[in-house]
């Protein structure tokens, strides 16, 4: 569940991790002779550390043992219990063994910068209900720890251990807030940050322990009548929470700094080491929606960040600055594309990633007051000029007549205007995520440029109820999720089509992955005189079915507010289903597991509805796109039923 245009290194870690073997390889490709020292700016396991368990899921990178530099041992966990070992040996010394009922982790968990302590959890999930998945080599059926909207979650408890003595203490939690993630330590080892959160994130503590004594000091609360900083607030999601800069703590100035949407949108505010506010470091006057903080000189106290800054184009990205000690803000850069900005350790230059449709892929020096230097590296223009695009961006009028929307069109590169086209939306809908593409990295536009080189124009809409154009934008849809977010996007289909005869709006095809598969068979039920076709990926079918992502965005638990969730559910309507639909999943999907797809298809069954194709892929995890049958089927289905 992702941004767009946040914390790149991310992709660079999921490349290696993916090896991304779908999207014709083109994202891989261009990326080729990237600078290595970007690359090694992300945080890797040490080599030699042994993988424990999957991620949170199995298409993310795994839960490996924790190496500590200074004390040069490794902490890991093996049947629940937490062990230590030797740099040079691969016998482990038990630590300690886990409560009754409970495990040992290795997930967020930290040593102390001095090697003494180490933060750990013990987790409980003999409540939470089981899903299963099937791997294909072996052939292997797996049970999973799976919660859904509403049921029991795991209980994480967090210990500090004193590794040379095997002490623990327990940090203690508030059962209200079940959420809680380890953010760091502090340089002197004496004390831990946590930020934790109520299940439907109206509410964050970030709090400071004492490493010896357990006992806890509330730095800063914040509540909301709506959900605060979103899905990296759920378990799992601790490494994108701190690298997502939403605290940053500046120990040899006892303050911090901190990301609140509290006036609408997101800014900076700066704090005292008792969580005073000290002053806003950012405002929208000046620098509009700060996107996220790109890196912190301590020795001349300055802060970057990223930020939508202008309000023609609310998704246009600019490098901006902002002093520690002394009010006011910079702007830094004046450039298109602007996909993240790097600096290295000596902190003089800075180096500018622009990616742009439908050429510019490169790296900008510029001098720290933002004078540019040279262009060290630029993507192999032979590699673009292979994969075409012809593209246009145009901005369309909401639902409601006075929000401007922004889409996206794909045309073939043989484009003829005298003919007419079918027409496929590819659609998302979730607040947490756009999808209008606006750099060349996006596998999604890999995909969909293949199918539009048959023949089809495809079309991106990023309608109200998505992100990074403030908070009463993205919470359009809040409480009311699938309910609404539909009218502005075929209104926007509708207005674009006004303008290009061309587009055939009487042959207009859905697709969605995962929560965008759920919005692209809604669009086949909701609107079955408009949409004639839907291929769907890895789809979740009803909200109240859905994993527990969904409870802050409806904004309570099913048995809290039924009616909400019987609202936005769509298994109801499946007798208004008229258009062919594809139907894949994998069955090692841990994400969305395939079990909702067989429900799906079930219930197809009992309305006598046959109009439809359900292709399982033997061993396939959520990322179904990686196997090399999928983006010829898809495009295949899409000629088959709209040309």
Known sequence: MKTQNKIF????????????????????????????????????????AKILENGLFTHIAPVTELYSDSNKKFAGTRDGKLYLRNQTTDSIKILLEPDHDWYWSMSNAMWSPNGIYLA?????????????????????????????????????????????????????RNENLPYIHLLQWSND?????????????????????????????????????????????????????????QVVFLEDRNQFTWMSERNGYNQIYLYDDLGNLVRPLTTFSENRIVISIVEIDKLNDWIYFKAHANKNDPYEIQLFRTNLNNPGIEKITDASGILDVFFQESKDTLWLFRSQLPKTLQIERYAIDGRYIDTPWQVDSSIISDNQLNHEYEWVMAADGTTQLQSLILKPMDFDPNRKYPVVEYIYGASFNNVVVRDLLNNWLWDMNKLVQEGIIVVFIDGRGTSERGKKFQDYSYGKFGQIELQDHIGALKQLGKKRPYMDLNRVGVFGHSWGGHFALRALLEAPEFYKAGHINAAA???????????????????????????????????????????????????????????????LEKLNYNNYEFVVYDGADHIVMRDRNWLPQMIKFFITKLK
């Open 9 to 48: 290194i991310i992709f660079l870690l999921s490349v290696a991790f993916l090896d991304m073997v779908y999207s014709q390889n083109v994202p891989r490709q261009l990326m080729k002779e990237f600078p290595s020292w970007i690359n090694e700016k992300g945080e890797r396991p040490h080599p030699d």
């Open 120 to 172: 750990s959890k013990q987790i409980d999930d003999s409540k939470v209900p089981e899903i299963e998945i099937i791997k294909s080599n072996p052939k292997e059926t797996i049970k999973k720890k799976y919660s859904r909207a509403g049921d029991a979650l795991p209980e994480h408890r967090f210990y500090v251990i004193n590794v040379k003595t095997g002490d623990k203490v327990e940090v203690k």
């Open 189 to 245: 080892s004496q004390e831990l940050y946590f930020l934790m959160s109520d299940r439907l994130l109206k509410e964050v503590l970030l709090i400071s322990v004492d490493a010896k004594t357990g006992k806890e000091t509330i730095l800063l609360s914040e509540t909301s009548d709506t959900y605060l900083i979103g899905l990296d607030l759920l378990q799992g999601y601790s490494k994108r929470l701190i690298d997502s800069k």
């Open 541 to 603: 079918l009803d909200p109240i079915d859905f994993r527990i992502a969904i409870e802050p965005f409806m904004g309570c638990l099913p048995d809290e507010c039924p009616e909400k969730y019987k609202k936005s559910a769509i298994s109801n309507k499946l007798n208004r289903l008229k258009a062919p639909l594809m139907i894949v999943h994998g069955t090692y999907d841990d994400d969305v597991p395939i079990d909702d797809s067989y429900k799906l298809v079930s219930q």
